[in-house]
Each structure stands twice: as C-alpha cells, then as structure tokens.
C-alpha cells in the first residue's frame, strides 16, 4: 500500500516576539547609547581635571589658563577663530589625501616586488625617523611660505604609517583564499582585485586611522614654521604676546577637528568593510 501522506505549505518559522528580541534590542539601544554617552564622559572628566589642576594651581596659569578663561578666549572672537579652523582642516585634508594616494602605491610597489622591497625600504625607514621639526626651515628656503611647505610637512609625518599598512595588508593575504584563488586558476589581476586587495583593506584602515592625527600635527608643525594663517599661527602668535587663553583655545579646536576628522574615517571604514566587524570580533 502507498502511504500518502498530506502536504500542507511550508511557512517560514519567525521567532515570536518575546524575551529574548526584546533583550536583544535593549543590548543593542544601550550600545548606542554608550557610544554616544561614554565620549562625552570622557570629555567631561579631562574638563573636571583640567579645572581642577588649574583651581589649585598645580600649573602656572600663565601656562595653564581655566577651562572658562579658554571658552571666554574662543567667544571673544569665533568668526577670526572658525577662519583659521577652516584653512587648518583644508591643509590637513589635502595633505592626508596626497599622503594616502602616495602611500597605497608605495605600498602596492613594495608588496609587488621582493627586489623593489628590499631596495627602498631602508631609505623610507629613514626618512621616517628623521625629526621633521628640523626639516621646517629647509622646507620653507626650499618651497618659500604658505602652504607648499605646510603640506609637505602633513605628508611627510603621515604616508610611512599608510606605506607599511598597506605593504603588510597585501603580504598577509590569509592562506585559505590564496589557495582559493590558485584553484581558481586566477591571474595576478584576478587575485589581486578580488581577493589580495579587499582582504589587505581593514590593514590600510589601521594605517590611515594612525596617519589621520598625524596629519593635524604636521599641519600645525608648518604653521609654526611656514605658516600665514591657521591655527598653528594662531597658537605662536598669541602665546608669543601671553595670551596663552587664546593660544589654548586654538589648541582645543586642533583637538575638536581631529576627533571629527577621525570619527568620519570609522564611519567610511564601517559602510566600505562592513563584514569585517562580523568575521573578526563580536564588539
């Protein structure tokens, strides 16, 4: 005999609402929260400290002004502040992007080539561990005033760290996909574009997360020394005549625009590589 038996439709099983979605939202509400919530805390407590150091005096307030003295500073004149703020943030820009453009393809050289490697890195080595502080004035005898100087200054704190991120992202390819992509039968642009490239990117992150704050103080380093305007002009020219509350105003804003700067490069890294927080840690 047959046995029949009767079909009745499938339908798709979705958990009910209950306990554990509502936690689940909760632990995800309150992680939102808490990214926003703890920077600010943060915050709040190196502003007590500041206070507090500067209320007992632990540091002359000549050097050390209050933080109220420093806002006062900053309210006085925001429109010539935000002026300087804005060509800061140009130099820092262009300079981080030339350095990042210039890193990734000497990074892709050196990675590429075992004999390119081995012939340039001990030159970049050094000239990264020269002190760029003392290349100022040879970079404005070389390149006169404004902004020439200062950008080369942002490039030259700032592409070693997006070199060897890259070097290494691309020289690290996980050995599981580089069998793949030899049973593929691949060709070296194949592997390169489909596998050794995107799984070097969270690499090259890491090296323009660490370059991004140095290119605000290679900025501020050419003002010092080649610069018209800016805040790092702001900062020599103020603690030059004692204003020292308008000169640490200048440096807050320096502070404030790397955090912003900064902030915007996780974003672009979490909407570029989204599957890297899911393959590499539960944070």
Same mark, same amino acid.
């Given at each position: &005999?047959?046995?029949?038996? @009767? ?17 689940? *939202?909760?632990?995800?509400? $309150? ?15 190196a ?5 507090? /150091?500067? *209320? ?16 006062? =500073?900053?309210v006085?004149?925001?429109?010539r &502040? ?25 990074? +892709?050289?050196?990675?590429? @080539? $075992?004999?390119v ?12 561990a ?22 080369? &200054? ?20 996980? =050995? ?11 060709s ?8 050794r ?14 370059? &991004?704050? +140095?290119?605000? /103080? ?10 018209? @305007? ?30 912003? +700067? ?12 989204p599957?890297? *927080?899911?393959?590499?840690?539960? *944070?």
């Amino acid at each position: &005999m047959t046995d029949v038996r @009767s079909a009745e439709p499938a339908v798709a099983a979705t958990p009910p609402p209950g306990p554990g979605r509502e936690a689940g *939202r909760g632990a995800g509400l $309150r992680a939102g929260t808490g990214a926003t919530l703890l920077p600010v805390a943060g915050i709040l407590v190196a502003l007590a400290a500041w206070w507090l /150091i500067a *209320r007992l005096e632990l540091v002359h307030p000549a050097a050390l002004p209050p933080p109220g003295d420093v806002l006062t =500073a900053f309210v006085d004149k925001p429109a010539r &502040m935000l002026e300087h703020t804005w060509d800061t943030l140009l130099e820092i820009l262009f300079g981080f992007a030339l350095s990042a453009a210039a890193g990734v393809l000497i990074g +892709l050289s050196l990675a590429s @080539s $075992r004999t390119v490697e081995r012939m340039f890195t001990p030159l970049l080595v050094a000239v990264n561990a020269v002190p760029k502080i003392t290349l100022g004035p040879l970079l404005v005898v070389a390149l006169g005033w404004g902004q020439k100087p200062i950008l080369t &200054m942002v490039f030259l704190l700032c592409f070693f760290p997006i070199v060897l991120s890259t070097a290494t992202g691309l020289t690290t390819t996980p =050995a599981d996909l580089a069998e793949l992509v030899r049973s593929w039968n691949a060709s070296r642009w194949q592997a390169f574009r489909k596998v050794r490239f995107p799984a070097a990117l969270p690499q090259i992150f890491v090296g323009l997360k660490v370059a &991004m704050p +140095l290119a605000a /103080i290679g900025a501020v380093i050419g003002e010092f020394q080649a610069g018209e @305007s800016g805040l790092g002009y702001v900062i020599l020219q103020y603690a030059g005549v004692g204003d020292t509350a308008t000169a640490w105003a200048a440096i807050m804003l320096v502070a404030l625009v790397s955090i912003l +700067l900064y902030s915007a490069l996780l974003l672009i890294e979490r909407i570029a590589l989204p599957w890297v *927080r899911e393959t590499t840690s539960s *944070r």
